[in-house]
């Protein structure tokens, strides 16, 4: 009889373990979050990518209420990738973060001395959810000068 009650006991934990791993399994990529984009190089406000240079090596940065939650650097074409958890996706899409690129445009074309920061907030469908993931691009990436 004890013996009885162990196996059952055993496959109860077991069954317990089957579902929270799936609910795991399938909830827990229900708050993934990628950025992609290209970085431009160049001035002026929602930048045309497709007529600018592309920005390569550009370190981009998530910022969310002036936090870094994530970061990426561009490639050869200026692209860029970056996820996020469960724990940043939110405040991406209530409006509270933007993509950030404070690498000096100096460094992608020696003729844009202008000091500051591309700047781009995030768009994208909210019920655009492909296998699990939300999937935000950046709106336009407009330069924000600072004074010297």
């Known amino acids: ?31 993934r979050l990628v950025i992609t984009g290209v970085v431009p190089c ?13 920005f390569p090596n550009a370190d981009v940065e998530l910022r969310c209420a002036g936090k870094v939650v994530a970061g990426a650097t561009t490639n050869t074409n200026g692209t860029f990738s970056m996820e996020l958890d469960m724990t940043n996706v939110l405040a991406a899409f209530i409006g509270g973060c933007t993509l950030v690129v404070d690498t000096p445009l100096i460094k992608c074309n020696a003729d844009l001395t202008d000091v500051g920061s591309l700047v781009s907030y995030l768009q994208g469908p909210l019920t655009r959810l492909l296998g699990g993931i939300f999937h935000l691009f950046p709106a336009g990436f407009s330069f924000h000068g600072r004074r010297a």
């Open 1 to 31: 009889m004890a013996s009885k009650a162990l196996l059952l006991l055993a496959a109860a934990v077991v069954a317990a373990a089957c579902v929270v791993g799936a609910a795991d399994a399938k909830f827990g990529r229900l708050g």
């Open 42 to 54: 160049n001035t002026g406000s929602l930048i045309d990518i497709a007529t600018s240079p592309a």
